[in-house]
Nanobody
Framework: QVQFAESGGDLVQPGGSLRLACTAS????????MGWYRQAPGKQRELIAQ???????RYEDDVGGRFTIARENVDKTVYLYMNSLRPEDTAIYYC?????????WGQGTQVTVSS
């Protein structure tokens, strides 16, 4: 059974930083191209960062240079390091397989950027 468990979301002031973590189970993590998605209020869920099994990363334009995705295969965990946070980064953040996600999603973790 495929499962994802996200954590690390919080209320943070503009310009602040957070580290999100997502632990996967039920998949062969080491060969899975992983991604972080987010869903802002009233918007569709979107893929914002991805990392393949070689560690090569790719980012959407509005998070590139501010966010960093990383993975630890031994722990089956993918991380999202978020810096210079903006109010428009407020969303629920999820992890899943990049581009062709599994049907099963975790509950996500809420990130709120506000003063």
């Amino acid at each position: 059974q495929v499962q994802f468990a996200e954590s690390g979301g919080d209320l943070v002031q503009p310009g602040g930083s957070l580290r999100l973590a997502c632990t996967a189970s039920g998949i062969i993590f080491s060969v899975t191209h992983m991604g972080w998605y987010r869903q802002a209020p009233g918007k569709q869920r979107e893929l914002i960062a991805q990392i393949d099994n070689y560690g090569i990363t790719r980012y959407e334009d509005d998070v590139g240079g501010r966010f960093t995705i990383a993975r630890e295969n031994v722990d089956k965990t993918v991380y999202l390091y978020m810096n210079s946070l903006r109010p428009e980064d407020t969303a629920i953040y999820y992890c899943n397989k990049a581009n062709t996600p599994f049907d099963s999603w975790g509950q996500g973790t809420q990130v709120t950027v506000s003063s």
